[in-house]
């Protein structure tokens, strides 16, 4: 292609005529730029090597641009080969399509869509070329010119258009089955029309909007937009690669006809496996307003299902369209879910997806570097509508009130569609048999040759035949709205445009009102289909006229679109309008339409006020009162006519009219005016009136009427108008606010609620609560609340309508709203004539309310106090409370009955005349009969309030004004007297005769001749009440101010006069005595309940109470059934309030109520007996007098004045006898103990007798009673037990008081007298039990049977107490009071023989030793001195008595008899009887005991020396042995020894220690308390010094080591214990050890120093040989025959009195044959060196002892060694380093201990002794020199081993290393011992071992060695050459073994010397000057040292002593060393 020549070549056979050689020619350029068959894989091109070259053959073939009009032309002439134009097609796809269009350039590229762009309708002919190829690749290229060039694609879519292709596709894309075809046919149908208008609109007039309307809508399938630009390259590739593919099929199978190509489809065309997205898949999903970077891949596409070897080429459609399958449809929210899932399954298919995107061209392979491609977007053929939704929704069935589409439309549509199809195809078929086909000229020419004809789309519509019956306005069909909105579902639809609808619809509604005329009366849309009509039907849409029910249709319709967007819509101009209409219309279901859609429009606030200017509101009104027309309320019958009341009810005649001849016709009812109209008797001028109308009115100006006679049938019922009527005033009156921003009332008051005031409308509001309809009623309600609300002046005249009445009357429960209303309105109505009376807040509610005489008192509480919430409920509630009595029967046979009659049949003439208004009279109260003898108070019911039994604990609130109102009504019926006027001057005011009122079973007036008077009273109860309330509602409607001005005086009268006759019916003329006791009654509640409450208030009726309780002194009738009861609640009233407040009770004493009280008590009492029941009257005011007297006692101005009166005290005393009446004896036990804080009233108690009373009431107690029964202390109910157990306590608590004794907050004065009673009735100790706050434990104990150590207390004793209390009560003195001396000398006969010390029964007490005494300490004291006073006594009669003996007993004696005593006795301590002085002594010992084991703080009772001494007198006592009171001695010193001071006590007498000593031998039974004690004594030094210096130690051996008396283990093992604290006493302790040595030996020593007790004696049972102790039978049967014969010896003599030092005598021990045994530190030197590895207890101690003695021994032998044994230097030196290997830490303590310099020193000594002589002829024989060595050499050597072995520690190492001056250097030493006869190697380890690398002190022995040539003696060892400079080691004398092993260490020294260090450098200098050096130095030689050398303690010298033969030999090097270094 280099040569312009060929490419001219090729261009002029394009050129040549023929059609084959041109289709050769074109095929051949579709080889050369990558299309056609021969093409290859673009996808293999990795290296763009392809990719350049077919970009650079396209620049060569299309540089000029003629050459791309001469291609194009040979497709514009009309009739083309099929071959030929199958080859300019792919050259195209090649130039034009993806992937290969990035090799076009862009200038060619541009270009060439121009020109293709233009052959317009020759190209859409190539759709109907028989190969399929073709068709889809003209589809791609159709594609790729809406993508790139807009304006190419604007001028092929009007060709597309004006051809008709348009039409076709789009009827194919409609109807035809799904596949391929179809799928073109959308694809091209979204191409053409997508965003050209012309297009659009074609579909609007051949679609219902509704349907369009999808092509706007948003897709669903919108994915995330990094997925989505993925899934565009994704698809770009797939692209490329089926292009790729679809070349590779042969093309020269087409045919002529083209049909008969291989297919793989099945039968069926299972489309829905094979179908893929075409060229507008993926734009196809984008919405109008998208984003033109973000493609969506559609979710529901699925890969093609064919087998991968399969011929293809039919399977994909070139132009596809989203498969719009079943499955999508249905569920379109499973399609998102499959949507990641298709594209990761087809990335790796073989068939792919054709999709075109905009923008993806540069998305494919990545081009090479070199190659750059110039290409950019020049059109924008993104789809901007929503197709694959709306062919979804065209094939669906819809039924909305945008769209009626279903399968009838769509045949309608075909038949449309097939019909214009047809008619173009005639016409084109036509006019080509006019014009023929064009010649080969025109093609050439290249000039397109225009079609014939032109399709004329601009008026082609389609018609819906079926929807012709629809009313369309503004594209809605208002019958399918309508039905979703009475549905509920109005939301299901978005309207589009809402106000343009709304305003559409009502254009079509007054347009209706003109097209509805009629001809000759029929309408002409009910007449049928006619031309001849024209139909405003067409103008909005695909439906039709509809009918003369358009108009109500619209309303509806504006109705339900008004309510949803009257925001959007705001204000309505046609809203007087539709006001008017309603009222004007003649159309009863028109006006109900409109009724409904002026109710929504009340929903903004400018229609309101237009509304309301045209007269809205009182049209309302009026419509409100048609509700009474329908109205189907039962009336509740009248009493007075019951069975007319159930028959047929005619309907009343209200109206009257005059005839057409001018004659007055009537009355007569509603419906009859109804059917004179129907038969045209009269017309709208006809003049009606009905009663209350003013004037006469013509027919037409009455609304009621005029709307009667409305025609066609209602739509809602009347109720449901009355409801929206109510509505419209609502959401009037809410329309305009009667309070601003700020909260300030608007004045004057806004129109509407000014115009709903007036007397036109506010009646009728009203009266619309008689309909008795809920919604009615709770919505008229509501809005007077609302209109009254701030508008004073309806406010207080809203009772003149009549509202309340009608609101009574109302049967219904939702009372809510009337509630409310009556909560604003009820105190605020002018009833009684005038304005002030409205506003009068001084009178009750019963008169301030106009509700006053209607309801109960207690509902104007409810609704004034709580709200109309709880009102309502209250209102519909059977509720019979002290709060409220309302039931349902009250509220219909009283309320609602008394109502209706007062109405009379103003209801029944409602229904008749709607407008009637009611005439107001004010009703007579109604009268309750359960209210009958009801009393209300405050806010209560006293009656029901007092009922306890019903109504128990009854919550009260508000008790300072609940108490301010008894008490107001208290003094009003005091003063009430009969009213002033008089029953006849009653009678003459309500103008009747009591005969007309009367009854009929009244009796009859007594006749003249009879002399009875007339009783008018008696008469007057036979008033019949009906009777009496019609004649008084007669007179107050005549006198009303409201209506009579002048009759203000006389309605008043007429009120009194009513009044007063209720009263008189009633009986209730003057004070009633059953009121006064329910105000009394009512007061005691409260004060009994909320008295805590009440007490800040001082009680305000003292005056009327006291009244109340005053008896005259003659008046005997006082307990009468009358008058009893008023006293027994007026005396607890005086009770309660004084136990309330202090204030009423200083209050009561100064209103001088003491002596009314004590009168009334004093009279009762003569009444009352013990067994008087508490129910009698006289027995419960008793009671309440005695409570009141409990309170008053606090007082001390009270107290005075009881005891002024006389009689008083005895009668308090007296209450207390009177068991029946609990409450009486409580109270006058109260009073006792209240009073005794007086001296005076004490006395005054105690002359009346009141211990004889008080004392039985103690023991009637019982504990077993249960408490929780116990209820008030009013005492109703309380059982009989509980009662005489709140009695004894009370009793106990008075007797408490009375004595003094009591230890309350308020102490009473003692009083001695009856203290001293107490003391001797109740025994001290019960006595003393009165001072606690809680007596239970007194009065238990008094009425049961108990023996305790402190109380011995039973029946017999009880009996005693109860025979004397009853002797005392019958012996009165002279003057008649009662006398207390016997009670002092009273003694109980059962506790005469116990011995009684401390308050304490001692025999008692040692039988229960755990019990807790009540003062320990008192009773220890006591215990002792008791102790000491019989141990004198004992001393005394034993003839060893103290001076001073009697003294103590006598005075021990007077203590016993004294109450502070602590120490007494009980009985006589005989003189004779030495048996009584043990037993006592022994209990008291014994009570001793066991209180210092229960409470061993006591200890400190007895912490000195005086108060110990008894104790130990006892045991020199000449009985003690006699009986076991020396072991309880010995107990009780055991428990005091666990106290400090005890112990120092104890000690502080060294002759109790003696004793304690002495005990261990004279006394065995003894020894284990004695060994006790002195085991807790051990720890002093007083015990430690008497054991060593006193002979303690022999007397306790001799426990430890009996010689022949069987001594039990655990004594043993205690007197081992004993020894072992004794040696580990601080002070005295080594003088105990070392006494304890000169008998045992260390071993056992360090045995009882350690213990435990047990071990002792084991050790000294066996025999033992260990290094630490040698101990056999034999030894310790000596030791126990010395120790025997001393103990006794020394016992004798201290038994004498001779108190002497005593010391062990000299080898006491049984040691004798251990003595020359060596022995250091308590080891025995030779047993340890046989088990050296034995445990030592102390190895430190003995490490320490070989030492000194080792070094002792050596420096001996320096000075004479013939006195020392010569084997104990060695002896120890072996034990020394035996110890050092078994424990190697201890090296390091022997460098602390400075013992290093020392050894070092011994050895320089030794070896200072023989110098090592280096001419010293040295046999050969080895073994000949070791057993020729001097003890000196030994010695020498012994030192080197101790050395050696203590090397190993680095502190003894660096010790060796420091030096001072004069001391011997250690590595010289060493240097020398080196050549001792058997100590080179030890020396040379020894030196190893200190040259570690740990020294620090290795650099200073580094320079001792290199000072003395160490080194160089070291390389002379190692020299092998015999006669060398050095040849030491042949001086050596070693045997092979030794001398391998040197040559070892040797190294190994040198090593250590030469490898760190300050002197590091210099070593190896002279190391490496040395050849003997070089021969070692590189070798490693642990081989030759025995295997565990390294790691035993002993080193390799330890293990050469040990093993004689050695297994390793280091032999001489060779001659010649290598001289290559052997690896490490």
């Not at 089926?242 to 590779?248: A, E, F, H, P």
């Not at 409305?710 to 019922?717: E, L, Q, Y």
């Amino acid at each position: 292609m280099s040569f312009p020549a060929a490419v001219g070549r090729i261009m002029g056979l394009l050129r040549n005529g023929s059609e084959g050689v041109a289709a050769e020619a074109i095929g051949l350029i579709a080889m050369l730029i990558g299309g056609g068959p021969g093409d290859i894989n673009m996808l293999s091109d990795t290296k763009g090597e392809q990719h350049a070259t077919i970009m650079h053959t396209k620049s060569v073939l299309f540089a000029e641009q003629s050459n791309l009009t001469l291609l194009v032309n040979r497709l514009k002439p009309i009739s083309v080969s099929p071959l030929l134009s199958m080859a300019v097609v792919e050259v195209l796809e090649a130039m034009i399509c993806e992937p290969h269009s990035e090799t076009t350039q862009y200038t060619v590229f541009v270009e060439l869509l121009r020109l293709v762009a233009g052959l317009r309708r020759r190209l859409f002919a190539l759709f109907g070329h028989p190969a399929e190829s073709v068709r889809e690749t003209v589809a791609v290229i159709m594609r790729s010119i809406a993508e790139e060039d807009a304006v190419a694609a604007e001028s092929m879519r009007d060709a597309a258009l004006r051809d008709g292709a348009l039409l076709r596709h789009l009827l194919h894309a409609f109807y035809l089955p799904a596949g391929e075809r179809r799928d073109v046919s959308r694809q091209l149908v979204a191409l053409w029309a997508d965003s050209y208008q012309p297009a659009l609109d074609l579909l609007s007039r051949v679609l219902p909007p509704g349907l369009v309307a999808y092509l706007h809508t948003r897709s669903n399938g919108i994915l995330d937009e990094d997925i989505s630009n993925q899934e565009v390259s994704l698809m770009s590739r797939r692209q490329r690669r089926l292009l790729q593919q679809r070349r590779n099929r042969p093309v020269k199978e087409i045919a002529s006809q083209g049909h008969n190509m291989p297919s793989v489809n099945d039968a069926e065309g299972n489309d829905q496996a094979r179908q893929t997205s075409g060229v507008g898949g993926l734009d196809g999903y984008r919405n109008s307003a998208g984003d033109p970077n973000v493609g969506n891949i559609p979710s529901d596409v699925r890969s093609s299902r064919v087998p991968a070897g399969e011929n293809y080429s039919n399977e994909v459609p070139a132009v596809g369209v989203l498969p719009i399958d079943k499955s999508a449809i249905d569920s379109p929210d499973n399609n998102a879910a499959h949507a990641c899932e298709s594209v990761e399954t087809n990335a790796t298919s073989t068939h792919d997806f054709d999709v075109g995107s905009s923008g993806a061209k540069n998305s494919g392979l990545p081009a090479p570097a070199e190659v750059v491609t110039e290409n950019a977007n020049v059109g924008c053929g993104r789809l901007l509508l929503n197709w694959p939704d709306f062919w979804r929704a065209f094939g669906l069935d819809h039924n909305r009130a945008d769209l009626i589409w279903n399968e009838r439309t769509r045949q309608e549509l075909l038949e449309s569609l097939q019909a214009e199809v047809h008619k173009l195809d005639l016409e084109k078929e036509r006019t080509e048999d006019i014009v023929p086909g064009g010649t080969s000229k025109e093609s050439t020419s290249g000039q397109e040759i225009s079609p014939q004809i032109s399709w004329n789309y601009r008026e082609f519509s389609v018609r819906y035949p079926s929807l012709a019956k629809e009313v369309c306005v503004g594209q809605y069909y208002l019958r399918l709205l309508l039905e979703s909105g009475t549905g509920g579902r109005a939301e299901d639809f978005p309207l589009r445009d809402p106000v343009a609808f709304f305003r559409a619809l009502y254009h079509r509604f007054l347009c209706d009102a003109d097209t509805g005329l009629t001809v000759d009366g029929a309408v002409p849309d009910e007449m049928g289909p006619s031309d001849d009509w024209c139909d405003m039907g067409r103008l909005d849409g695909f439906g039709g006229g509809g009918g003369s029910s358009v108009r109500e249709l619209c309303a509806r319709a504006m109705a339900i679109v008004y309510e949803q967007h009257h925001n959007s819509i705001g204000s309505f101009e046609g809203t007087a309008h539709v006001t008017v209409l309603v009222d004007r219309t003649n159309d009863r279901a028109l006006r109900h339409r409109l009724l409904l859609l002026l109710k929504v429009l009340m929903k903004v606030l400018p229609n309101v006020e237009a509304c309301v200017l045209v007269g809205g509101c009182v049209l309302a009104v009026d419509l409100l009162t048609v509700i009474h027309e329908a109205s189907e309320r039962t009336a509740i019958p009248l009493q007075s006519n019951l069975i007319a009341a159930t028959a047929f009810m005619e309907p009343l005649k209200e109206w009257m009219f005059m005839d057409k001849d001018n004659a007055q016709v009537g009355p007569v009812e509603k419906d009859a005016i109804r059917r004179f109209w129907s038969v045209k008797e009269i017309d709208w001028t006809t003049r009606c009136w009905a009663s209350g109308m003013p004037d006469w009115k013509r027919l037409r100006d009455i609304r009621e009427l005029r709307w009667t006679m409305a025609v066609r049938v209602p739509v809602i019922t009347p109720i449901q108008v009355g409801e929206v009527a109510l509505s419209i005033l609502h959401s009037m009156v809410a329309a305009h606010s009667d309070i601003d921003d700020a909260g300030e009332i608007v004045m004057p008051t806004p129109r509407v609620k000014w115009i709903l005031s007036s007397p036109r409308c506010l009646p009728h509001i009203a009266q619309a609560m008689l309909s008795g309809e809920p919604t009615i009623v709770e919505a008229s309600a509501a809005l007077l609340k609302a209109i009254v609300t701030r508008n004073p002046k309806a406010m207080i005249r809203l009772y003149s309508t009549g509202a309340f009445y009608f609101a009574l009357a109302y049967p219904g429960s939702n009372l809510l709203s009337i509630s409310q209303l009556f909560s604003v309105t009820h105190a605020y109505q002018a009833f009684h004539g005038g304005e002030e009376a409205a506003v009068s807040s001084s009178l009750p509610w019963a008169k301030r309310s106009v509700l006053g005489g209607l309801l109960p008192e207690s509902l104007l509480y409810v609704l004034e106090r709580s709200g109309p919430v709880s009102f309502a409920a209250a209102m519909v509630s059977d509720s019979d409370t002290p709060e409220i009595i309302w039931t349902h029967k009250m509220r219909a046979e009283n309320l609602i009955r008394q109502v209706l009659q007062h109405l009379g049949d103003f209801p029944q003439k409602l229904s008749q005349h709607c407008h009637s208004l009611y005439d107001y009279a004010p009703m007579p109260p109604v009268t309750y009969a359960e209210l009958k003898d009801e009393m209300w108070c405050h806010r209560y019911y006293l009656r029901n309030l007092c009922d306890e039994i019903r109504f128990p604990n009854w919550p009260i609130v508000e008790h300072v004004e609940f108490l301010q109102s008894l008490l107001v009504m208290w003094r009003e019926e005091l003063t009430r007297r009969p009213m002033d006027l008089s029953e006849e001057e009653a009678c003459r005011i309500l103008e009747i005769s009591i005969e007309e009122v009367s009854r009929d079973d009244a009796p009859k007036k007594p006749s003249a001749e009879s002399n009875e008077i007339p009783n008018i009273s008696k008469q007057i109860e036979y008033i019949d009440e009906e009777k009496l309330k019609r004649q008084y509602r007669k007179l107050a409607m005549k006198y009303h101010p409201d209506k009579n001005p002048e009759g203000r005086e006389k309605f008043l009268a007429v009120q009194k006069a009513y009044e007063c006759l209720q009263v008189t019916m009633q009986g209730l003329q003057g004070p009633q005595n059953w009121r006064l006791l329910l105000l009394l009654k009512g007061q005691c509640i409260l004060y009994r309940r909320y008295g805590n409450v009440l007490m800040p208030f001082k009680y305000a009726g003292y005056p009327m109470l006291l009244n109340a309780i005053t008896v005259a002194d003659d008046d005997n009738n006082f307990l009468s059934s009358d008058r009893a009861p008023l006293l027994v609640a007026a005396s607890e009233l005086v009770w309660l309030t004084c136990e309330s407040s202090s204030l009423n009770g200083e209050q009561l004493v100064r209103d001088g109520g003491i002596p009314l009280l004590a009168t009334l008590l004093s009279r009762c009492m003569s009444v009352v007996q013990p067994t008087t029941p508490a129910s009698e009257p006289s027995a419960t005011i008793v009671a309440n007098i005695m409570q009141t007297f409990s309170v008053l006692s606090q007082f001390e101005s009270a107290r005075t004045e009881m005891l002024e009166f006389s009689g008083l005290v005895e009668d308090i005393v007296h209450c207390t006898e009177l068991e029946l009446v609990a409450t009486a004896t409580d109270a006058a036990l109260r009073t006792i103990s209240h009073v005794s804080v007086s001296s005076e009233f004490q006395n005054a108690l105690l002359k009346a007798g009141v211990l004889w009373y008080l004392m039985p009431l103690l023991l009637q107690y019982d504990s077993t009673a249960e408490e929780s029964d116990k209820i008030d202390a009013h005492g109703v109910g309380t059982s009989v037990q509980i009662a005489k157990n709140l009695h004894a306590v009370q009793a106990s608590f008075a007797l408490s008081r009375l004595s003094g004794l009591g230890s309350r907050e308020t102490p009473t004065p003692y009083n001695q007298a009856a203290a001293d009673a107490l003391g001797a009735l109740l025994t001290p100790k019960l006595a003393s039990l009165l001072k606690d706050k809680l007596a239970k434990d007194l009065l238990s104990t008094l009425n049961s049977n108990l023996e305790s150590p402190e109380i011995i207390w039973n029946s017999s004793t009880r009996s005693e107490l109860l025979k004397f209390v009853e002797e005392q009560r019958a012996i009165l003195s002279h003057d008649g009071s009662f006398d207390l001396k016997d009670a002092h000398s009273f003694v109980y006969e059962a506790l005469s023989k116990e011995l009684y010390i401390g308050n304490v029964y001692l025999r008692v007490y040692n039988d229960q030793p755990d019990f807790e005494t009540t003062e320990p300490e008192d009773f220890c004291l006591a215990l002792v001195n008791f102790i000491s006073h019989l141990v004198h006594n004992a001393q005394a009669e034993s003839g060893d008595t103290h001076v001073n003996g009697d003294v103590t007993t006598e005075s021990s004696l007077k203590q016993q008899s004294s109450e502070d005593s602590s120490a007494s006795v009980e009985g006589e301590i005989k003189e004779t009887e030495e048996f009584d002085l043990i037993k006592n002594l022994r209990y008291g010992l014994k009570s001793l005991q066991h209180l210092l084991t229960k409470n061993p703080n006591l200890a400190s009772v007895l912490s000195t020396k005086e108060k110990l001494l008894p104790l130990f007198e006892c045991f020199s006592l000449p009985v003690a042995s006699a009986s076991n009171i020396t072991q309880i001695c010995l107990s009780v010193l055991s428990r005091l020894t666990t106290y400090a001071p005890c112990l120092e006590a104890m000690v502080a007498d060294g002759s109790s220690l003696l004793i304690l000593l002495q005990m261990l031998h004279s006394t065995p039974s003894c020894r284990e308390g004695a060994l006790h004690v002195l085991y807790a004594l051990a720890s002093t030094p007083e015990l430690a010094w008497a054991a060593a210096k006193h002979g303690g130690v022999v007397f306790i051996l001799e426990v430890l080591l009996p010689i022949k008396e069987e001594i039990p283990l655990q004594q043993r093992a205690a007197a081992a214990s004993l020894l072992g604290k004794l040696v580990g006493q601080m002070m005295h302790g080594p003088r105990v050890a070392i006494t304890l040595a000169r008998f045992l030996p260390d071993g056992l020593v360090s045995i009882i120093r350690d213990g435990p007790g047990e071990a002792v004696v084991n050790a000294l049972e066996q025999t033992t040989e260990t290094p630490e102790l040698v101990w056999t039978p034999a030894m310790a049967a000596s030791l126990s025959a010395q120790i025997a014969t001393m103990a006794s010896d020394l016992y004798r003599e201290q038994v004498k009195g001779h108190v002497v030092d005593w010391d062990v005598p000299e080898q006491a021990s049984g040691q004798q044959e251990m003595k020359d045994e060596p022995q250091v530190g308590g080891i025995y030197v030779r047993l340890f060196l046989k088990d050296p590895k034995f445990p030592l207890r102390n190895p430190k101690r003995f490490l320490e002892g070989l030492l000194d003695q080792y070094l002792t021994s050596i420096a001996a032998t320096h000075y004479d060694s013939q006195a020392v044994h010569a084997e104990l230097p060695l002896l120890l030196s072996a034990a020394l380093v035996s110890l050092l290997r078994v424990y190697p830490a201890l090296a390091d303590h022997v460098g602390y201990l400075g013992y290093v310099p020392k050894l070092v020193s011994a050895v320089a000594y030794e070896a200072s002794r023989e110098s090592m002589a280096t001419e010293t002829c040295v046999s050969e024989d080895t073994s000949s020199l070791q057993t020729s060595q001097t003890p000196q050499e030994r010695i020498r050597l012994s030192c080197l081993r101790v050395l050696h072995q203590l090397a190993g520690s680095t502190t003894c190492a660096e010790a060796m290393a420091a030096t001072s001056v004069g001391t011997p250097q250690v590595v010289p030493l060493l240097m020398k011992a080196i050549g001792w006869q058997g100590g080179s190697i030890l020396a040379l380890e020894t030196l190893k071992r200190l040259v570690v690398a740990g020294n620090r002190a290795r650099d200073a022995l580094v320079a001792q060695g290199l000072k003395v040539g160490l080194v160089e003696v070291l390389l002379g060892l190692l020299d092998w050459r015999a006669g060398g400079r050095n040849g030491l080691c042949s001086q050596m004398n070693w045997n092979e073994s030794e001398a391998s092993i040197g040559r070892v260490l040797a190294i190994e020294v040198l090593h250590a010397f030469a490898t760190e260090g300050a002197y590091c450098t210099k070593v190896r200098d002279i190391l490496n000057a040395s050849d003997v050096w070089n021969a070692y130095k590189d070798q490693r030689h642990d081989l030759f040292l025995p295997s565990n050398a390294q790691t035993s303690a002993a080193g390799v010298a330890g293990l050469i002593e040990s093993s004689s033969t050695l297994t390793y030999a280091l032999p001489a090097p060779p001659t010649q060393p290598s001289q290559t270094k052997s690896p490490t």
